[in-house]
Structures are given as C-alpha cells and as structure tokens.
C-alpha cells in the first residue's frame, strides 16, 4: 500500500523556482506511474508531469515543457518536481498521485489513479 506526503510548496516571485517532494511509506514507487497533477482555485484538476519509474520515461503538460522536471531518488520513495520560471498560472495546489496497475508508461489520465496526497501549496506572484 502506497501513502503519499508531498512538501516543498510556498510562495515566490514570477520566475522563480521551487522543488516540490513526494515521500511515499509503505511500497516503494518501484515499477509504477507516479505523477503530480495540480488544480488551481475555481478550475479543474490537471496533470502536469509523470514518469513510469521503471524505464524512467516521462510525460509533460505542455504548459510547463521545458520548465518543469519530473524525477525520483535511487530509493524510489521520493518523487520530485523541479520547477522554473515560474509563472503566476503555476499557482495551484500540487498533489502527488500513483497508480496500482501494471501500466508501463508515463501518462496523465487522471482517472487510473488511486492513491493520491493531501496537496501542497504553490503561489507565484
């Protein structure tokens, strides 16, 4: 069973960077989908980055190409999201979700997800 606790969120200055984190007890990320989705006040939940850790293979928004990145520790019980050039429409609450199937790529349909974090915040100003 996989439990998720993301840090790392707070406020910054348009442009600016933030790395969130996403500890996981329990089972490890070990051969699975992972990815952070966010959702901003008023808007739906989207994704924004994923990666199949066992092949290391990723999938990005579009929105955040070339400005975000999406890794794990060699553990596999972090999963990271570094991010840059941060924009005010970055702003949003950033949740860490996985899922518990045999897919073997990165992808950001929402609804093969099933564990999910409580969220942390990101402001850009």
């Known amino acids: 069973h996989v439990q998720l606790v993301e840090s790392g969120g707070g406020s910054v200055q348009s442009g600016g960077s933030l790395r969130l984190s996403c500890g996981t007890s329990?089972?490890?990320?070990?051969?699975?989908?992972v990815a952070w989705f966010r959702q901003a006040p008023g808007k739906e939940r989207e994704g924004v980055a994923s990666?199949?850790?066992?092949?290391?293979?990723?999938f990005y928004t579009d929105a955040v190409k070339g400005r975000f990145t999406i890794s794990k520790d060699s553990a596999e019980r972090t999963l990271f999201l570094q991010m840059t050039g941060l924009k005010p429409e970055d702003t949003a609450m950033y949740y860490c979700?996985?899922?518990?199937?045999?897919?073997?790529?990165?992808?950001?349909?929402?609804?093969?997800?099933?564990?999910w974090g409580q969220g942390t915040q990101v402001t850009v100003s």
């Open positions: 979700a996985a899922r518990h199937d045999s897919a073997n790529y990165a992808s950001l349909a929402e609804r093969d997800y099933t564990t």
């Open positions: 329990g089972d490890t990320f070990s051969g699975r989908c």
């Open positions: 990666i199949y850790t066992g092949a290391g293979s990723t």
